[in-house]
């Protein structure tokens, strides 16, 4: 700070000299070193000219970049919610038909299943007694049901299995296999820690590793029109191509064929044999095994269907379908559910009124809520942007500073 | 405890003390990892994610991988582990430099050259000029033959004029061959913080014949880190070393600031991880029931038989990593990054640009912008703060005439001029009292300039415009002064100097002329003093006339008087001068009695008046800020006039009958008390008036105040908008703002000093002035710019909009997380309460580090609630930003609730429109992050206020970033999402389900929205409105406020208007009372509060002298 200040001093005794009296020049030592002076000073001003530390401009640094201000006056807040609304009701009655559109034929079957084999000495009315049943290998458990055609059912219509209460999206579970298996690598020791305890048997790596595999479901359906007593009524369930593409094409190679499947001897695991899912030829290389692979999409949700297969011809409304289960699968440990559903398929899948329903919904409310805006904004008119609003216009001026 | 130097004597000097190693490192090469480590894990945040980064490493529990956490931890450990290293690394440097600098020692008799370092306790050390001091050392010897030396002493209380210091009174007149091999010890005690106390002993050895213990005080010490100015050599021994010091004694490391909205922040975040906790258990709990009743039953999930000691624990450690993203780890890297181009902005600010001193401002504190937003109290400095402090001598009256009031400056006055020219005898005495009754010192620097080194600015400006009026002042040597008036030579001997005190308010010098050989007493000082004792007819009542007009304009006056001495006469007062000064008891009145015998029918010559300008829109800032509801405090090491005059004048008080200024004041602790209470009270009764109330205390009364009366202050202190504090030291400054910090408010400390530097550093935010008084409190500021109106900007603009943008930016963090977080929850529902994580790990990680984070940054750069111009024309607006208003628990509640309500809203429809045969995990997780990180675009667009093209480009960039990466993710086979990303976008289910999650989300907050800013509209909103309907008006009601403020300026103006309105005939003896100090507090006291006319005159006394104390 000093330099500065006494720069300016210096100056102005220096013109004050050179300005009116010679006489005090020789005080100040000959006017040459005055002007030496004068001449040092001036580069000193120079110099600092040369560098200012001015900030540089630029549109991002002056937080001056041009911006729009969108707001919600009521003119355009009213039109947004009617016409998001009226879309909304659109949407939803698109999807509502289309769900309509889909004939769904559902039918429960593990309880009446069972229960045809009730007897005296095993009347299967606790869950013991069924499990016992199911895990008896030498008893038969198929069973018959028949489901009526209501709607014509134009092809394809997908078979599906339903459970229910059944958790594959538990931790244990979900984790509990090896896609380096799959792809015909050895498991990692971390993805055989994961598919304890169906990781290992007698010391040699199971293939498919883990309980996913292991829980694989092992139901069948046979489909004939109108009993099955003459061939030409059966009905051509398709299995082929209901596994995803890249699951048949990559994820599940076609060189690697299952070993040491518990499930495929059951007699060397005891434990293994009375529980547990369906057997994996040994000669099948698992791309070649869409149920697996169907199985090993995990579900999200414990009540979840899976494709079991294809119808491709039309079924007529009318149309008795009798379907023989080998039911297999136990379900009954748990308390789930199994059910047979036939289905056709619109643009959202099947059957769901979910989204037509809630964009309805929403839609009614985006409306309802467009018109109360617009009674209030019709009984209440406010202008906008007026100043008297502002609490401190309102306040007296002396006031006006705001205590906290 | 004592400490005994022996002085020159290396082996008689006890050995234990520490060498002259100047260290103000933290760290060190070895402790370096653990110390910061631990450093860092002394915060909550840190200690958490490290927790859960180990708990990760258990493959048991973990839901995802420990790399989505341990790289964004270890990342940011590095960070700040390296940027620690490298401010250490700054700091090691400067002590290197220090430690290293060469400084003379006497060794057995011989100078040496050694390295500062190694000076020891007990050393000589020899210093020369402008040497810095290396260590505490007291004097022992100077070049100067009255055992002088200048010291400056800025690096330690900022004061930049130079202060003198003296040699004992034993070592005076040493040569210095005698002073290279003399011994002796110095008693003194252990080493201290005071930098104002050193009671020490010394006693030389014989050969010296007066080896009594001499008593040493602070005047003879020469402190570490000032510079020798002036003196050609000074010796002394050092007493205290390196980090003994007192100035290494009173180092503290500077606490990092730690903002409001931090501080809320670390709460919520408290908040969260309770609420985490309590989620944690609830679900552990669930978990394990549904594990013990259902376990034999799920064969398919084949349970263990036989169960884990630990196996109860998982289940809850499984949910407490899941929910572990609650408290998100970017929260704190966002913020950091947000803030610091907040403070860029600052940096690069063109409008805090100070051209005339070529300053921009600096945000040397990176991390505290939003505060900036949250000032309730401004505790501010005066001179240099508020005024230039330049003084420029502006007007003067001489034997009646006026110079100056034509052209406001007297130096271009030709009727001053002519009078020069021609001698006239009443203008040569005036500026002869200008240029030689001072403390100036002149100095010849090396570049040939003449340079004047003066204690008080006043002083300074009377000798430059004396000099510029060719009376120069070309040297003093000693008692001999030299001037040169017009080419002529005047030499002058200065035989006594009859010091300025606070009492007798005047100065005078008794010189003898050595052209004429005849003496003079020439004195300077205040009116009423010097009007006392002016000689029968003078024409006291013209120079009172012409000081109330100079005080009107808010001039700082002074009286000149003169007096011929005969010799007789002042041959026998010199001898009952000496007397006095020589008296052991009450030596001060003593003194003051003496000099009254000769200050005594003086001839009037006339009045100076100097001005130190009010800084460029001081008044309009402080009036602005004050609307936005901020409180100021003036503290000064001025006395009270003066801080009344300027506060005034800046639209700090205002005068009756709108403002009301109360005195505090006392002797006594029981007097102080009583005059808080009378205070309170007056406070109490009048607070439903429309007033301004100030009060107005100084530092004496203040110490008592905060000693016995802390309670009843702090009470006061709250209940009042305005306080002046006058003669304040700086710890007391500090003090203060402690006080106003205690109370829960924001402070912010602005000063341009070194003794702001404490409350500077006390205060929440601590702004520096770069200006005249050096840069030790820009350098301890944490933003630092060359004017004062900079302050309104820097508050109103960055800190309202920094604070608007971490609020948003920091609950939007927190809410972001919430959001997946419950989603998680919910779905651990539909999951058997087994922990599964229904997303994977990246795109997890992606969420939180790229999905969510790129628009809501790009915001909260750019977002501006209202225009700056509308913000800084309505300043009321930033009530809405203090006191936490934007981030605190119920705005946060809010958020906390539209989290729930997003989850709820993206599980649910996720959940319904992909039952049955759409279930797939996989999937379903891409369908609900997808839900998720639309509704996030849309909820930015929402609290957006303003939209630049680089926010569209952030919001819908990072919705095609995270097409684009999913895209890429779908086409890699060996990741788990092969093809995934294809199959859901071509599905219109997909579509259709986000466009629902998007209306349901999003439109219930746009009805909310806009009812609020419609029908409860706050002032943002209607601002918001009004700036966009009709730009006039709001620049048309602006200008009307302005025009007020500007009403107020004007007023003010008036009431030192530059018309001279005749007062009444009393005006000139009550001037008189209400000028003198004593007269004054007294009034006081006696009716407990000061009424402001506009008239009331209280001359500007910030006489020179005033500083010497």
């Known amino acids: 700070m000093g330099s500065i200040r006494f720069m300016e001093l210096g100056r102005i005794v220096f013109f004050s000299v050179s300005g009116s009296d010679m006489t005090t020049v020789h005080a100040l030592k000959g006017g040459g070193e005055f002007l030496r002076r004068l001449q040092k000073e001036e580069e000193v001003q120079q110099s600092l000219r040369r560098e200012s530390r001015r900030p540089k401009y630029s549109r991002f640094s002056q937080q001056e970049l041009g911006s729009c201000k969108p707001m919600l006056t009521p003119r355009c807040t009213v039109a947004m919610f009617v016409s998001l609304g009226v879309m909304c009701i659109a949407i939803g009655v698109y999807a509502l038909l289309a769900s309509w559109s889909v004939v769904e034929l559902v039918n429960r079957y593990d309880i009446f299943c069972i229960m045809k084999y009730a007897t005296h000495a095993n009347p299967m009315i606790t869950v013991d007694e069924k499990i016992a049943f199911m895990q008896d290998a030498t008893k038969r458990k198929n069973c018959t049901i028949t489901m009526d055609v209501t709607k014509l059912m134009k092809q394809p219509i997908y078979v599906y299995y339903q459970l229910g209460n059944y958790f594959q999206n538990h931790r244990r579970y979900v984790k509990s296999k090896s896609e380096r298996q799959l792809r015909g690598l050895a498991a990692s020791s971390s993805e055989l820690n994961d598919c304890k305890p169906e990781d290992q048997v007698n010391g040699e790596v199971i293939v498919p590793c883990g309980l996913i595999a292991w829980t694989l479901f092992n139901d069948t359906y046979d489909l004939s029109t109108n009993g099955f007593s003459s061939d030409n009524g059966t009905v051509f369930v398709n299995k082929t191509a209901i596994a995803w593409k890249s699951d048949r094409e990559e994820r599940f190679n076609n060189t690697v064929f299952p070993t040491n499947f518990p499930n495929n001897n059951r007699t060397t695991l005891a434990n293994a044999s009375q529980i547990g899912g369906g057997w994996l030829n040994e000669s099948l290389p698992l791309s070649k095994n869409e149920n697996l692979m169907v199985w090993m999409r995990t579900a999200a949700l414990p009540t979840f269907r899976k494709l079991y297969g294809r119808i491709e011809t039309d079924l007529q409304p009318g149309t008795k379908l009798t379907i023989n289960i080998e039911n297999y699968y136990n379900a009954y440990g748990f308390g789930g559910s199994k059910k047979l559903v036939l289905s056709t398929a619109s643009w959202i899948g099947g059957r769901n009124d979910f989204l037509g329903l809630s964009y309805i919904v929403v839609g009614c409310a985006s409306i309802l809520m467009g018109l109360v805006f617009l009674y209030v904004h019709w009984k209440n008119p406010r202008p906008l942007g007026d100043r008297s609003y502002l609490s401190w216009v309102r306040k007296s001026p002396a006031t006006s500073t705001v205590t906290s | 405890m004592k400490r005994f130097v022996y002085i020159n004597d290396r082996d008689r000097t006890p050995g234990h003390h520490c060498c002259n190693k100047v260290s103000n490192t933290k760290y060190n090469i070895f402790n370096f990892i653990p110390k910061n480590l631990w450093e860092q894990f002394s915060r909550f945040m840190n200690k958490y994610f490290l927790l859960i980064a180990i708990l990760q490493l258990w493959p048991l529990i973990t839901p995802v991988s420990p790399a989505s956490t341990w790289g964004p931890l270890i990342v940011i450990f590095a960070v700040s582990a390296t940027k620690e290293a490298w401010d250490d690394y700054g700091r090691y440097c400067s002590d290197k430099e220090f430690n290293e600098k060469i400084v003379w020692v006497v060794k057995k008799g011989v100078k040496t050259q050694i390295q500062a370092q190694e000076i020891e306790v007990g050393d000589l050390v020899w210093l020369y000029e402008n040497d810095e001091i290396p260590c505490d050392v007291v004097l022992l010897g100077t070049s100067e033959s009255v055992g002088l030396c200048y010291i400056e002493t800025s690096a330690m209380d900022g004061e930049t004029d130079l202060k003198t210091r003296v040699t004992p009174k034993p070592c005076v007149g040493l040569t210095s061959a005698e002073l290279l091999t003399h011994k002796g010890v110095i008693e003194c005690p252990e080493p201290d913080r005071d930098i104002l106390r050193f009671d020490a002993r010394l006693r030389l050895f014989p050969p010296f014949i007066d080896n009594d213990f001499h008593p040493l005080s602070i005047k003879n010490t020469l402190l570490q880190s000032c510079y020798l100015r002036n003196t050609e050599w000074a010796c002394g021994v050092a007493v205290y070393t390196g980090n003994e010091t007192k100035l290494g004694m009173s180092k503290g490391v500077a606490e990092p600031k730690l903002t409001a909205a931090d501080a809320m922040l670390d709460k919520l975040t408290t908040a969260i991880f309770i609420f985490q906790v309590v989620v944690v258990l609830i679900l552990g709990v669930a978990g394990n029931i549904w594990n013990n009743y259902e376990k034999n039953k799920v064969w398919y999930l084949r349970f263990p038989k036989q169960s884990e000691w630990y196996d109860f624990f998982v289940i809850p450690l499984r949910f407490e990593l899941l929910c572990s993203i609650m408290i998100p780890i970017s929260v704190k890297v966002s913020l950091d990054l947000a803030k610091s181009v907040y403070s860029k902005y600052i940096d690069w600010d063109l409008h805090m640009y100070d051209q005339q001193t070529n300053t921009p401002a600096v945000a040397a504190n990176t991390a505290i912008s939003e505060d900036l937003g949250q000032i309730e109290y401004i505790l501010t400095?005066?001179?240099?703060?508020?005024?230039?402090?330049?003084?420029?001598?502006?007007?003067?009256?001489?034997?009646?005439?006026?110079?100056?009031?034509?052209?406001?400056?007297?130096?271009?006055?030709?009727?001053?001029?002519?009078?020069?020219?021609?001698?006239?005898?009443?203008?040569?005495?005036?500026?002869?009292?200008?240029?030689?009754?001072?403390?100036?010192?002149?100095?010849?620097?090396?570049?040939?300039?003449?340079?004047?080194?003066?204690?008080?600015?006043?002083?300074?400006?009377?000798?430059?415009?004396?000099?510029?009026?060719?009376?120069?002042?070309?040297?003093?040597?000693?008692?001999?002064?030299?001037?040169?008036?017009?080419?002529?030579?005047?030499?002058?001997?200065?035989?006594?100097?009859?010091?300025?005190?606070?009492?007798?308010?005047?100065?005078?010098?008794?010189?003898?002329?050595?052209?004429?050989?005849?003496?003079?007493?020439?004195?300077?000082?205040?009116?009423?003093?010097?009007?006392?004792?002016?000689?029968?007819?003078?024409?006291?009542?013209?120079?009172?006339?012409?000081?109330?007009?100079?005080?009107?304009?808010?001039?700082?006056?002074?009286?000149?008087?003169?007096?011929?001495?005969?010799?007789?006469?002042?041959?026998?007062?010199?001898?009952?001068?000496?007397?006095?000064?020589?008296?052991?008891?009450?030596?001060?009145?003593?003194?003051?009695?003496?000099?009254?015998?000769?200050?005594?029918?003086?001839?009037?010559?006339?009045?100076?008046?100097?001005?130190?300008?009010?800084?460029?829109?001081?008044?309009?800032?402080?009036?602005?800020?004050?609307?936005?509801?901020?409180?100021?405090?003036?503290?000064?090491?001025?006395?009270?006039?003066?801080?009344?005059?300027?506060?005034?004048?800046?639209?700090?008080?205002?005068?009756?009958?709108?403002?009301?200024?109360?005195?505090?004041?006392?002797?006594?602790?029981?007097?102080?008390?009583?005059?808080?209470?009378?205070?309170?009270?007056?406070?109490?009764?009048?607070?439903?008036?429309?007033?301004?109330?100030?009060?107005?205390?100084?530092?004496?009364?203040?110490?008592?105040?905060?000693?016995?009366?802390?309670?009843?202050?702090?009470?006061?202190?709250?209940?009042?908008?305005?306080?002046?504090?006058?003669?304040?030291?700086?710890?007391?400054?500090?003090?203060?703002?402690?006080?106003?910090?205690?109370?829960?408010?924001?402070?912010?400390?602005?000063?341009?000093?070194?003794?702001?530097?404490?409350?500077?550093?006390?205060?929440?935010?601590?702004?520096?002035?770069?200006?005249?008084?050096?840069?030790?409190?820009?350098?301890?500021?944490?933003?630092?710019?060359?004017?004062?109106?900079?302050?309104?900007?820097?508050?109103?603009?960055?800190?309202?909009?920094?604070?608007?943008?971490?609020?948003?930016l920091a609950q939007y963090s927190i809410y972001k997380s919430l959001v997946i977080c419950f989603v998680q929850i919910l779905f651990s529902f539909l999951s058997g309460v087994s922990g599964t994580s229904l997303f994977n790990s990246l795109s997890l990680m992606a969420y939180n580090v790229v999905y969510t984070s790129i628009p809501v940054m790009v915001t909260s750069l750019l977002d501006k609630d209202l225009l700056e111009k509308t913000v800084m024309e309505h300043p009321e607006i930033l009530y809405f930003a203090q006191a936490g208003r934007l981030i605190n628990p119920s705005t946060f509640a809010c958020w906390f609730i539209r989290s729930i309500f997003h989850a709820i809203v993206v599980f649910v429809v996720t959940v319904r429109v992909y039952a049955y045969d759409k279930c797939e995990m996989v999937e379903m997780s891409m369908v609900a992050l997808s839900g998720c990180i639309w509704l996030q675009a849309f909820l930015v667009l929402i609290e957006t206020n303003s939209f630049t093209v680089c926010q569209y480009l952030a919001v819908w960039g990072n919705v095609v970033i995270f097409y684009v990466l999913n895209f890429i993710l779908s086409l890699s086979k060996h990741a788990g999402m092969h093809t995934i990303m294809f199959r859901v976008c071509g599905d219109p289910a997909y579509w259709f389900s986000l466009l629902l999650i998007v209306v349901a989300g999003i439109g219930p907050l746009a009805a909310i929205k806009y009812y609020r800013s419609t029908y409860s509209p706050n002032a943002i909103n209607m601002l918001q409105l009004l700036e966009r309907q009709d730009p006039i008006a709001v620049s048309l009601e602006a200008s009307e406020s302005s025009s007020s403020s500007a009403r107020a300026v004007s007023r003010t103006n008036s009431s030192h208007g530059s018309v001279y309105e005749p007062l009444l005939p009393e005006s000139l003896k009550s001037g008189i009372a209400v000028a003198s100090s004593d007269n004054f507090l007294s009034e006081v006291s006696s009716s407990d509060f000061l009424p402001f006319s506009p008239n009331s005159r209280t001359p500007l006394l910030n006489h020179a002298m005033n500083n010497n104390k």
């Not at chain 2, 200008?434 to 100036?440: A, F, Y």
């Not at chain 2, 009376?471 to 001037?483: C, Q």
């Not at chain 2, 006594?668 to 406070?683: F, G, H, K, P």
């Open chain 2, 381 to 808: 400095d005066k001179t240099g703060t508020l005024t230039e402090n330049v003084m420029l001598f502006k007007r003067c009256c001489i034997h009646g005439v006026y110079y100056g009031n034509e052209s406001g400056d007297a130096l271009t006055d030709q009727g001053l001029k002519d009078a020069l020219l021609e001698k006239v005898p009443e203008v040569v005495k005036f500026m002869l009292i200008m240029t030689v009754n001072n403390t100036v010192v002149p100095h010849l620097s090396g570049n040939g300039s003449l340079k004047y080194q003066a204690q008080s600015q006043d002083e300074e400006a009377l000798v430059q415009a004396a000099a510029q009026l060719h009376m120069v002042l070309s040297s003093k040597k000693g008692t001999f002064v030299e001037l040169n008036f017009l080419g002529d030579i005047l030499e002058f001997e200065m035989l006594n100097v009859l010091d300025f005190t606070s009492d007798r308010k005047r100065m005078s010098v008794v010189v003898r002329d050595h052209s004429t050989g005849r003496l003079h007493l020439l004195t300077k000082g205040a009116d009423e003093t010097i009007f006392r004792i002016v000689r029968a007819g003078e024409p006291v009542q013209q120079v009172a006339d012409a000081i109330d007009q100079y005080s009107q304009l808010g001039l700082r006056t002074l009286c000149f008087a003169w007096r011929d001495l005969d010799e007789q006469e002042y041959t026998s007062w010199a001898i009952t001068f000496n007397e006095a000064s020589a008296s052991m008891t009450e030596r001060e009145s003593k003194i003051a009695d003496a000099c009254q015998l000769l200050e005594r029918d003086l001839e009037l010559l006339g009045a100076s008046a100097v001005e130190d300008k009010l800084q460029d829109a001081v008044p309009d800032t402080i009036a602005s800020l004050r609307k936005a509801g901020i409180n100021f405090w003036l503290l000064t090491g001025d006395k009270q006039t003066t801080a009344i005059q300027i506060a005034l004048a800046c639209n700090f008080i205002r005068a009756e009958p709108e403002g009301q200024l109360l005195s505090i004041q006392g002797s006594t602790s029981n007097d102080v008390a009583a005059s808080i209470e009378r205070v309170l009270e007056i406070l109490r009764i009048r607070s439903s008036e429309s007033k301004d109330v100030a009060f107005v205390i100084d530092g004496f009364t203040l110490e008592l105040a905060l000693k016995y009366e802390r309670e009843a202050f702090t009470e006061l202190a709250l209940l009042i908008k305005t306080a002046l504090c006058c003669r304040v030291t700086p710890s007391q400054k500090a003090e203060l703002v402690g006080l106003v910090k205690s109370c829960d408010y924001r402070t912010l400390a602005i000063g341009d000093g070194g003794n702001d530097v404490k409350m500077i550093q006390e205060a929440h935010v601590g702004v520096g002035i770069s200006g005249r008084e050096g840069l030790q409190a820009a350098r301890a500021a944490d933003y630092s710019f060359g004017k004062f109106k900079f302050l309104k900007r820097l508050i109103l603009v960055h800190g309202r909009y920094s604070y608007n943008r971490t609020a948003f």
